[in-house]
């Protein structure tokens, strides 16, 4: 009798086991905040792609954009100094005869219409002995060459370039008579830069 009445309760006990036996494990919080928010992360990581693609792009345009400007400016700085060559040696053939007559008005005359060219900046014309004897500067006339120039371009038997520490170009021509030199001619011009906005 006694083992009938416990049966039940043994059976009813198994049941409820194998119910909790049954019940899926639930799953840990972090796997599910991951999963919920995936494509969060993938929309993250294209824009961060995007982002440095743009940024990339824009070191490239402006790398190919410093080097064609460097380019284009060492053109124009051999075109240039080609240009004053050309323009230094007849303007001293010209200063030359009106030097050798004492002619100083008319080597102005000449002077004042080379200033005129673009970004010509200055003229001078100066003895052997190094007074300027007619300049563009009118400040200068009559002064030693020396205090705005260097000595060394007195010495110069053949037209010179010279690049100044402030981008200049100083061109330095003699000017020759039938057996010495009469003169000095010196021109200052200001090249033209690209870039970096109109010149000071």
Known sequence: MTTEKNAPAASSSQEGNDSQAKKPAPKPPSDNKVLKYWYLI?????????????????????????????RAE??????????????????????????????????????AQFIKEKNMKELVVARPDGKVMAATNKKLEGASITDSFPAEV????????TTRDNGEIMVVSPVMGLSEKVGVLILVYKPVTLGLGPNP
Request: hydrophobic share 50%; net charge negative; aromatic share 8%.
């Open 154 to 161: 007195l010495q110069v038997e053949s037209t010179t370039l």
């Open 74 to 111: 060492q053109v124009i700085d051999e075109q240039n100094k080609t240009y004053l060559q050309l323009v230094a040696v007849p303007l001293a053939w010209a200063v030359r005869s009106e030097m050798i007559r004492d002619n100083y008005d008319q080597v102005n005359q000449y002077l």
């Open 42 to 70: 993938v929309i993250l990581l294209l824009i961060v792609a995007v982002a440095g693609t743009y940024v990339w792009k824009n070191m490239e345009v402006a790398r190919a954009k410093a080097d064609l400007t460097q």
